[in-house]
């Protein structure tokens, strides 16, 4: 028993000196190692942004102060005049097509809910006369006559024909009537949206927003009497 604890008392130093070389051999090659290539990355991968950053910086700092105010009332006079005035040229395509279709879309409904409306008055006033007298001319050239198809007419109709005619007649006047109220708040909304994107993006023109992301990968070493020496690597993330 005796011999064992001397055995052991004799093979601790020697595996503590062992341990010893094995992490110096880490700490003095292989941590040197990897630290220079990451430091050899990160300057070429960060250098050419942050000097970007700077001179973009510098210039800001040159130039008069943006003012959302501005922007804003430009907004207000002109539609698309606040995005300009923030540099946000790509937006214009995007607000002139959806002002184009817009202005489209209230002409083509504007046009029809007119020629339904005539119709409709037309053909109710043509139906109160029939109604009143049963020997009434059928008008010429109706307005009614020009929205069916070619060649169709509504002379010959029966009552329930004339009544059925009437209602669609009314029904096509509505439809375009709300398409038409519906595309002025949608153009209402599209003139007000432009005013606020502008204001916004007018407040945030100033804002640095740096999107420098970088990792450091250290390697870290130690040592316990009792697990011996150990080798470990440390990630660090900055954002």
């Known amino acids: 028993m005796r011999s064992i604890l001397v055995k052991i008392v004799l093979i601790i130093p020697v595996l503590l000196v062992c341990t010893g070389v094995t992490a110096s051999e880490y700490r003095s090659d292989f941590p040197v190692f990897l630290q220079?290539?990451?430091?050899?990355t990160d300057s070429l991968t960060f250098t050419g942004k942050?000097?970007?950053?700077?001179?973009?910086a510098r210039k800001r700092d040159n130039e008069k102060p943006h003012s959302p105010h501005r922007a804003t009332i430009m907004?207000?006079?002109?539609?698309?005049?606040?995005?300009?005035?923030?540099r946000q040229w790509w937006k214009l395509p995007i607000?002139?097509?959806?002002?184009?279709a817009t202005v489209y879309g209230l002409s083509w409904n504007m046009k029809?809910?007119?020629?339904?409306r005539t119709a409709f008055v037309d053909y109710t006033a043509y139906l109160n006369a029939l109604e009143a007298d049963p020997e009434t001319p059928y008008p010429a050239n109706s307005s009614?006559?020009?929205?069916?198809?070619?060649?169709?007419?509504?002379?010959?109709?029966?009552p329930e024909m004339r009544k059925r005619l009437q209602e669609q007649l009314k029904t096509k006047k509505d439809n375009y009537k709300r398409n038409r109220d519906l595309l002025y708040i949608v153009s209402g909304a599209i003139y007000a949206i432009q005013i606020i994107d502008a204001t916004v993006f007018a407040h945030f023109y100033d804002f640095e927003i740096n999107d420098d992301l970088s990792m450091n990968l250290r390697p870290s070493t130690g040592f316990s009497p009792v697990s011996g020496g150990t080798v470990g690597l440390t990630l660090t993330f900055n954002f």
């Open 36 to 40: 220079d290539t990451i430091i050899h």
């Open 50 to 56: 942050e000097e970007a950053l700077k001179r973009k």
């Open 112 to 116: 029809y809910y007119k020629k339904y």
């Open 95 to 100: 607000l002139y097509g959806g002002i184009g």
């Open 144 to 158: 009614w006559d020009k929205l069916m198809l070619p060649g169709k007419t509504a002379e010959k109709f029966q």
């Open 75 to 86: 907004a207000m006079i002109l539609p698309g005049s606040g995005q300009i005035y923030n």
